[in-house]
């Protein structure tokens, strides 16, 4: 197994960009069959509208797939955020704890990684987001169901704060042996509400 330690700089900007949505009713839309230009393009002018991030660059002649159904934000602090019309996912790659290349001898090493660095990275989304509506560990019988049916399955940590129109979850991968977990690390998302609910 091999680990890579890197300082929270990139988290902490990342966890400052998403505190500063108050409220991600204005970002969230409609689910779904929601895909292709017209759709693309209504969630970017949503979301720069809720938010002040910057798209990627697009026009009036870019060619969006009929498929695609998110796109990219730059941030004032310069995070990039992957937008789509359920979630949003920050992309802070040089930031924190990971293992990788992990082997079956490593799953309780993995384990022991994971442990150590939490406290670390949940402190900082305390820092930002306050305290959670929501904190677990997988050495709970009822840790997979606790707090929404199946949201601590693959998991060994998890956190989740309640903003208006969104969860924001804080959570690490959980080792397991069958199939071998290649990589591990402590990671974040935002789950938006569907508009309207």
């Not at 090493?109 to 989304?125: I, S």
């Amino acid at each position: 197994m091999k680990t890579l330690d890197r300082p929270l700089d990139d988290d902490d900007r990342a966890m400052a960009d998403l505190a500063e949505v108050r409220d991600w009713r204005r970002v969230a839309g409609a689910f779904r069959n929601q895909n292709g230009s017209a759709a693309v393009r209504k969630l970017v002018r949503r979301v720069k509208s809720a938010t002040g991030w910057k798209p990627w660059p697009y026009g009036r002649d870019t060619v969006i797939d009929d498929l695609l159904d998110g796109w990219g934000f730059l941030t004032k602090r310069g995070t990039e955020m992957a937008v789509y019309g359920d979630q949003v996912l920050p992309h802070s790659p040089f930031s924190g704890w990971v293992a990788y290349e992990i082997g079956r001898a490593d799953l309780a090493a993995a384990e022991a990684g994971l442990d150590e660095n939490w406290p670390a990275k949940f402190q900082l989304a305390c820092k930002h987001w306050g305290q959670p509506a929501y904190i677990g560990l997988d050495n709970s019988p009822q840790f997979v169901d606790e707090w929404a049916s199946g949201a601590g399955l693959d998991r060994r940590h998890l956190a989740v704060w309640t903003p208006p129109g969104a969860e924001i979850h804080l959570y690490s991968n959980k080792p397991s042996k069958d199939p071998v977990t290649l990589s591990v690390g402590i990671n974040y998302a935002v789950y938006l509400n569907e508009e309207g609910t």
